[in-house]
């Protein structure tokens, strides 16, 4: 879940997510820093220098600033704007996403909350428009109670590194937050994370095709189990088109396959298993049965959600006539 975009001039250790500084410093020449909401238009202006000055001591250590700058200069050519797509503050840090006007060039930035910047990455931009625009039939509800953050979702590999694939193009990576922080206490504890344990849903009316139960949760956190991928996850039919809901807790799945389920029937608990970095869950709309081989659908969302990575989603109540 936590596997981020790499830089086309270099990438940090920890590129996590951050805030801006409250306000801006003057440097020797007299110009303003560069605050992170202005880093794309910087960069289009071609004020390396001033990028380069933010960069953190480690980042600087894996690039120099005339390779910034020729990286930067390649880049822009044919750009007349960025404009801002995302936003996501987590843990103590914030990451920042723009697209080209054209939709072909993309910038994603990691920032703590100083305004240092801890990781950059400048990449051109794929698209796949007749998957993009093809919904899914069915039109699928939250699989969760309460509020959640999408830390993975949208339609390009900067919002969504699953995007790359076609397996998992239009999948989500769901953690809760609490007060911008996933966890409190010990990180290496699932038990520290909001995530762990909370109620998994089904999104829509189906049949449960598949029910891998019984792979531990990964201990300490951080450390993946890449032999099992998907984890303790459930898969749901919901008529050729299927849900599969990953990386659950150990022992916590409630349903069996074969089982018809309704659309908010709680089916597991969220957890740590599989290629997993964090307690979260993983959740993606299919055209088969199997994950591997099938090809992720984009999901038509009930209440007409469009959930993108940073923002916090919820279940609608409905009230019954």
């Not at 060039?105 to 093809?134: C, M, R």
Request: aromatic share 8%; proline share 5%.
């Amino acid at each position: 879940m936590n596997q981020r975009p790499e830089s086309s001039t270099a990438s940090t250790q920890n590129a996590a997510q951050t805030k801006p500084d409250a306000s801006p410093e003057t440097g020797a020449s007299g110009q303003q820093d560069i605050q992170p909401e202005d880093l794309a238009q910087a960069l289009l202006s071609g004020n390396y220098s001033g990028i380069y000055k933010r960069f953190s001591p480690e980042f600087k250590q894996q690039i120099s600033e005339a390779e910034v700058a020729e990286m930067g200069s390649d880049f822009i050519q044919g750009v007349t704007a960025f404009n801002p797509s995302t936003v996501m503050q987590l843990n103590g840090s914030e990451q920042r996403v723009w697209t080209s006007g054209a939709g072909d060039k993309g910038i994603i930035a990691v920032f703590d909350d100083s305004g240092t910047i801890l990781g950059l990455s400048i990449t051109g931009l794929s698209t796949y428009p007749d998957s993009d625009n093809a919904l899914t039939k069915t039109a699928m509800a939250l699989p969760f109670q309460g509020e959640w953050l999408v830390f993975w979702g949208g339609s390009n590999v900067l919002n969504n590194y699953h995007y790359e694939y076609a397996s998992q193009r239009y999948a989500y990576d769901f953690v809760q937050a609490v007060n911008g922080f996933s966890y409190e206490g010990d990180p290496l504890r699932n038990e520290s994370y909001h995530a762990y344990g909370q109620k998994i849903t089904a999104p829509a009316d189906g049949v449960v095709t598949e029910v891998v139960n019984d792979i531990p949760d990964n201990t300490p956190v951080g450390v993946m189990n890449e032999k099992e991928p998907a984890g303790n996850v459930v898969v749901i039919d919901h008529g050729g088109e299927y849900s599969f809901l990953a990386h659950l807790k150990q022992g916590s799945v409630t349903v069996k396959k074969g089982d018809a389920v309704k659309a908010g029937d709680v089916i597991g608990k969220a957890g740590n298993s599989g290629n997993s970095s964090e307690p979260h869950l993983h959740y993606q709309v299919s055209d088969g049965a199997d994950l591997f081989t099938s090809r992720s659908l984009n999901i038509r969302w009930k209440d007409n959600l469009h959930p993108l990575k940073g923002q916090t989603v919820a279940l609608k109540p409905h009230i019954q006539p």
